[in-house]
């Protein structure tokens, strides 16, 4: 019986993570077993483990102990073994793994282009979470780990950016963007170029050099310098960061001038802000991309919305890779045991954001 190793995360204190060797189990009818070639772990991944059991990211791939977690990350792999009709053995898939070796998955919806992973425990989450896309076999390592970094964390900068442009921006003269470094906050900036408002980096003293060297912001701030920001104009908030803390400053400082507070992720949080009747202007609203780009789907724009998104990737991609100046350098991590180390990282706030960090499972 094939062994499969995971990471499984501690849900009471994330930046706590072990490797767990356990056995595969014999594929039912219907189901396949895909050994995972490639996956990427960013600040995103502790995104999705706060809000694990708000928006049900742990359900997806189950942990073997109670307390514990099985952290999902974007990545692709190929079917090794099949008894799922129309899926055979070599299909090469893009999609959501746990940070595993491999996945067990019955494929539903299948189509020429995608299927949908129709585990019973999967359900009750956005379909986005449980489509994988068909790739085709011949790979380009570099290109494949640059997607795996930045597909989840680029779709939700721009949808967040679609989602304030189809509100005129709120009337914003001013972006302000929290943990800018990050890469869903970059993305966002960068999307939100066609705005004429000015886009103004929040960040940690260690990284002002970095955000201003990626050349989407117009200007950058530490954290301790928020009151150096112009409270006189139109100011919309883009939340990376999701802490509680900044917020109020942040809502103190610019006050009736603070048109618009959109969270967008949680690096610096534990969990969901709490409602805070106090605090001065509007209410923080989670902005969350796959009810999004389910809401495309609904209209009958997600092939139009795909086509778009695509071609608008590939630019970022060319951008934050090019070779002159790239914006992260790639670290390719063989086996599963640096995660540990990568998600403590994140976890406590201490990851380079200029490094990419993937993983070849099987490499090890």
């Known amino acids: 019986m094939t062994r499969s190793f995971r990471v499984e995360s501690l849900k009471s204190d994330l930046g706590v993570a072990e490797l767990v060797d356990i056995p595969t189990p014999q594929l039912d009818e219907g189901e396949v077993l895909a050994r995972i070639e490639r996956f990427a772990l960013t600040t995103n991944n502790m995104t999705y483990a706060v809000y694990g059991d708000a928006l049900g990211y742990w ?13 999902p990350a974007w990545g692709y792999a190929e079917i090794v ?7 055979p053995v070599g299909t090469r898939v893009f999609g959501y793994f746990p940070i595993a070796t491999h996945l067990t998955m019955r494929p539903t919806k299948v189509t020429s282009r995608s299927f949908v992973d129709g585990a019973e425990h999967r359900t009750g989450t956005p379909e986005v979470y449980n489509l994988y896309e068909l790739q085709p076999q011949d790979a380009d390592p570099r290109l494949d780990s640059l997607t795996a970094i930045y597909r989840a964390l680029f779709i939700t900068s721009y949808t967040a950016a679609d989602y304030l442009r189809d509100r005129d921006f709120f009337g914003a003269e001013q972006f302000v963007i929290s943990s800018a470094s990050s890469k869903t906050a970059y993305g966002a900036a960068y999307c939100l170029a066609d705005s004429p408002a000015q886009r103004i980096a929040l960040t940690s003293a260690r990284n002002v050099d970095f955000v201003n060297r990626l050349g989407h912001y117009d200007a950058a701030h530490e954290y301790a310098d928020l009151t150096a920001i112009d409270a ?13 803390d900044l917020r109020r400053r942040v809502h103190e400082h610019f006050g009736d001038q603070l048109a618009f507070d959109c969270l967008v992720g949680s690096t610096q949080a534990d969990g969901f802000p709490e409602e805070d009747s106090s605090l001065v202007g509007p209410a923080p609203v989670f902005f969350f ?15 139009t919305f795909m086509q778009r998104y695509l071609r608008d990737e590939r630019e970022f991609l060319e951008r934050v890779a090019a ?13 599963l045991d640096d995660a540990l180390g990568v998600i403590a990282g994140f976890h406590d706030g201490s990851t380079d954001p200029a490094v990419g960090h993937v993983f070849v499972p099987d490499a090890g």
């Not at 359900?59 to 952290?71: H, I, K, S, V």
């Not at 796959?290 to 009958?300: F, P």
């Open 59 to 71: 359900n997806l791939f189950p942990a073997t102990r109670p307390g514990y977690g099985c952290m």
């Open 81 to 87: 073994e099949s008894m799922a009709p129309g899926v």
């Open 232 to 244: 006189t104009k139109r100011t919309v908030y883009v939340d990376l960061s999701g802490d509680g």
């Open 289 to 303: 991309a796959a009810l999004q780009l389910d809401a495309y789907k609904a209209e009958g724009q997600s092939r």
């Open 323 to 335: 070779s002159d100046q790239p914006s992260i350098t790639l670290r390719e991590h063989a086996g």
